[in-house]
């Protein structure tokens, strides 16, 4: 009975909306309506600034770093570590607590990744902030470091469970991002100075 508690639970816990949460909380338009529309940290940047922003991004790589922690104290096998995966980065894409209308997953699944195994996590998270230094664009950077989170985590932790997780949840990502990929393509996606005032 402990697999499918820990595996609901990730999608629950998924299913909380920090940017929406976060917002209201400190009165600030629905990232659903305002900006890129997208319930996300990147958003919430656009909209409330540095100080939600960051919150909002706790809270989300949170929902992914929790059902990880979880596994690993309860022992759990490789695919019920997939699984549970799985369920926390699509908790946060369609949550039950807000009409299903979530964010594109990029903190929740470097949450998941850092939950894991912390190696795997700071490839990640160190291709991103490498990416996004270089090319000032938040949407590349993870587009990048997702593309390549496969084979740090083959490398790192060889398993065909948790390979299959990831090769999933890298193409849900690239296909959740399919809007800013147009816009990477004719150069009109926005740049991460210009959304955080700097």
């Not at 697999?3 to 909306?17: E, K, M």
């Not at 470097?110 to 490498?130: C, D, H, K």
């Not at 949840?169 to 809007?179: E, I, K, M, T």
């Not at 740049?191 to 700097?198: P, T």
Request: with cysteine.
């Amino acid at each position: 009975m402990l697999d499918p508690v820990i595996i609901v639970g990730a999608y629950l816990l998924g299913s909380i909306s920090s940017a929406i949460i976060v917002c209201r909380l400190m009165g600030l338009p629905d990232p659903r309506t305002e900006g890129s529309n997208n319930p996300g940290a990147t958003n919430v940047l656009r909209i409330g600034g540095k100080k939600a922003a960051a919150i909002t991004l706790l809270g989300d790589s949170l929902k992914g770093v929790i059902p990880m922690l979880a596994c690993h104290l309860f022992d759990r096998s490789e695919s019920v570590f997939a699984l549970t995966a799985v369920a926390a980065f699509l908790g946060h894409l369609y949550p039950v607590f807000f009409g299903f209308r979530g964010g594109k997953g990029v903190a929740t699944a470097l949450g998941v990744q850092f939950g894991l195994y912390w190696a795997f996590g700071a490839a990640v998270g160190a291709t991103w902030l490498f990416m996004a230094k270089v090319a000032n664009v938040s949407s590349l950077a993870a587009l990048i470091s997702m593309a390549l989170a496969p084979v740090y985590l083959w490398f790192l932790w060889p398993s065909n469970e948790l390979l299959a997780m990831q090769i999933f949840v890298s193409v849900v990502l690239f296909w959740r991002h399919r809007s800013n990929i147009r816009k990477l393509l004719d150069g009109s996606e926005g740049r991460i100075s210009k959304q955080s005032g700097d």
